[in-house]
Structure formats: C-alpha cells, structure tokens
C-alpha cells in the first residue's frame, strides 16, 4: 500500500490548511489511518487518527478543537487544520494501519504499517 499526502504550504497565524491522505492502492476495506507531524530537531508526534469506520477517533490535547480528521473514503483521509499556530510547523506524515478491528485506533508510530511521504507545513507568526 502507498500512500500520497498533499494540501501543506505556508501560511500565516490564525489560517487554514487541508491536508489528504490517499492511498495509491484501491482497498476493499477501510483500515484506520492518521497522521504524525515532526518538527525541526524534535520527535516524530502523534497528531490524530481515525478508526476504519470512521467513528471512533483521537487527537493530540494541542489540537484539540482546531483540527477535525475525516475519514471522506475507503482509501481517503482529510485533516483540515484551523487557526494553524506558529508551533503546528512541521512536516505531516499520513500512515495506515493494517487493522480490521472496528474501533481499533493506532496512537503510534509502531502501530502504522504503511506511511506517505510527508507534505510541509509552515506557519509564519
């Protein structure tokens, strides 16, 4: 399975970026995928995930009410970032976990079997 993240850029405090998740191979089912982000000279962190239903799903305390992942598909996962901080600069890794428990989340970095490649994200203050 591969994986195509797309959406970062650069913007300014307070905007809004979209970012998507896409696998490259069609699935005949859901599997939970989420994303990481890792900043200069820090650890790879968790960010959010969701279950393969879409129903069950978890987020770092720091995003929490400014970034909503949405499972769109099958094989597409969206995570639209709002009033983006200085500190969410990092690159954004999308993975996929190779689960078919229904409201199983993967929380880190060891859960993921697949990962994209990273899109950057830069907010400037």
């Known amino acids: 399975v591969q994986l195509q993240a797309s959406g970062g850029g650069l913007v300014q405090a307070g905007g809004s970026l979209k970012l998507s998740c896409t696998t490259s191979?069609?699935?005949?089912?859901?599997?939970?995928m989420g994303w990481f982000r890792q900043a200069p000279g820090k650890e790879r962190e968790f960010v959010a995930a969701?279950?393969?239903?879409?129903?069950?799903i978890k987020y770092i305390d720091s995003v929490k009410g400014r970034f909503t992942i949405d499972r769109y598909s099958k094989n597409t996962v969206y995570l639209q970032m709002n009033n983006l901080k200085p500190e969410d600069t990092a690159v954004y890794y999308c993975g996929l976990a190779q689960r078919e428990n229904n409201g199983y989340i993967p929380t880190k970095s060891a859960d993921f079997d697949f990962w994209g490649p990273g899109t950057q994200v830069t907010v400037s203050s």
């Open positions: 969701v279950s393969r239903t879409g129903r069950n």
């Open positions: 191979t069609r699935t005949l089912v859901e599997y939970p």
